[in-house]
């Protein structure tokens, strides 16, 4: 069971930036493709940025595409989303997950989630 911690949420300006990390405590995500999701209120989970187990391949959601960016270092054991240009509408709960596939996009193919960090965006 591959357990993992959000941490960097928090309120932040329209315009404004803010860095998301997960970590993982139990294992090694060296292995694993590691995707960034959010939920807003009322809507579906939606894929924002997905990096491979080599870090060489990345993916992005239409949402963060040019201004969100993936990426990790296996040495701390930890996946980082730098957001810029933060719009309301980015507003969510933002969740790190662990897939043992290669850069999907889908919910359904990441095996082990994180509890989320809120992220709200203030206009």
């Known amino acids: 069971q591959v357990q993992l911690v959000e941490s960097g949420g928090g309120l932040v300006q329209a315009g404004g930036s803010l860095s998301l990390s997960c970590a993982a405590s139990s294992h090694r995500l060296s292995g694993y493709t590691m995707g960034w999701f959010r939920q807003a209120p009322g809507k579906e989970r939606e894929f924002v940025a997905g990096?491979?187990?080599?870090?060489?391949?990345?993916s992005y959601g239409d949402s963060g595409k040019g201004r969100f960016t993936i990426s990790r270092v296996d040495a701390k054991n930890t996946v980082y989303l730098q957001m810029n240009s933060l719009e309301p509408e980015d507003t969510a709960v933002y969740y790190c997950?662990?897939?043992?596939?290669?850069?999907?996009?889908?919910?359904?193919?990441?095996?082990?989630w994180g509890l989320g960090t809120q992220v709200t965006v203030s206009s």
């Open positions: 997950a662990a897939s043992t596939l290669f850069l999907r996009r889908r919910d359904s193919e990441y095996s082990f």
């Open positions: 990096i491979s187990w080599s870090g060489s391949s990345t």
